[in-house]
């Protein structure tokens, strides 16, 4: 199994979602662009990975929302080194269609009353939703390093909460520990980095908001 050297994940830079909600009202969140300062974000961070990648292939996965794929035309990858798929299954937590801003805002006071993970979005989905399928996806991902040819390098062009739910499927995080981490800011990295014990490790932790809060005991003892 060729498992590659680095697993990378990247958010998108700053949306006009970001920045106004209601913009949600007019326009479906898959449609919404970036900012200027998104793309200014993008490439910066576009930079730091070609600088990261050098002249290594890369094998792309990306969400099929405008501003993840505007994100990643930010980096100006190598198209000789790459191969990018569009990925359905890293698409952002659906909130609904057409969004009404007070409603959306009201749903997530109560989501943060109820919780992040399980609380269920009117006509859309909760995070355990957004974790089976990224579990999903995660699946097919190891079955693609089963090529002897595949790529040092896997990127994954995605969203804040993708991110994460992407981590605590890899990591076998509890839902109290995912509940405890922040997202990501706007075009920030996370890499899983492959060790000479061939465990993945992540380079740096998502901030903590609060210590986490378990039902029980989870993992081996003893």
């Known amino acids: 199994m060729a498992r590659p050297r680095r697993i990378v994940l990247v958010r998108h830079g700053e949306s006009t979602g970001n920045i106004d909600d209601s913009v949600y009202e007019r326009e479906p969140d898959h449609a919404l662009p970036l900012t200027e300062r998104g793309r200014q974000q993008a490439e910066e961070t576009g930079k730091e990975l070609r600088d990261l990648f050098g002249h290594e292939r890369v094998s792309v996965y990306v969400s099929p929302y405008r501003r993840t794929h505007e994100t990643l ?51 859309g989905e909760s995070g355990a939703d957004v974790y089976d399928r990224v579990g999903n996806f995660l699946e097919s991902l190891f079955r693609s390093f089963e090529a002897p040819d595949h790529p040092p390098n ?20 509890s839902v109290a520990e995912f509940e405890s981490l922040s997202n990501p800011g706007n075009a920030e990295v996370r890499m899983l980095v492959l060790g000479g014990d061939g465990k993945y490790t992540l380079d740096r932790p998502f901030e903590r908001w609060r210590e986490p809060e378990p039902y029980g005991i989870t993992g081996w003892s003893g």
Do not use: S
């Not at 100006?76 to 959306?104: A, K, T, Y």
């Not at 990127?155 to 499927?169: E, I, W």
């Open 154 to 173: 896997v990127l994954l062009v995605t969203h804040g909460l993708a991110m994460r739910l992407f981590c605590m499927r890899w990591f076998h995080w």
């Open 73 to 123: 035309r930010a980096f100006h990858l190598d198209p000789d080194l790459i191969r990018i798929r569009e990925e359905p299954r890293l698409r952002e937590q659906d909130w609904g269609n057409w969004q009404d801003r007070d409603d959306v805002r009201l749903q997530k006071a109560y989501r943060d009353a109820y919780g992040h993970f399980f609380y269920r979005f009117a006509q």
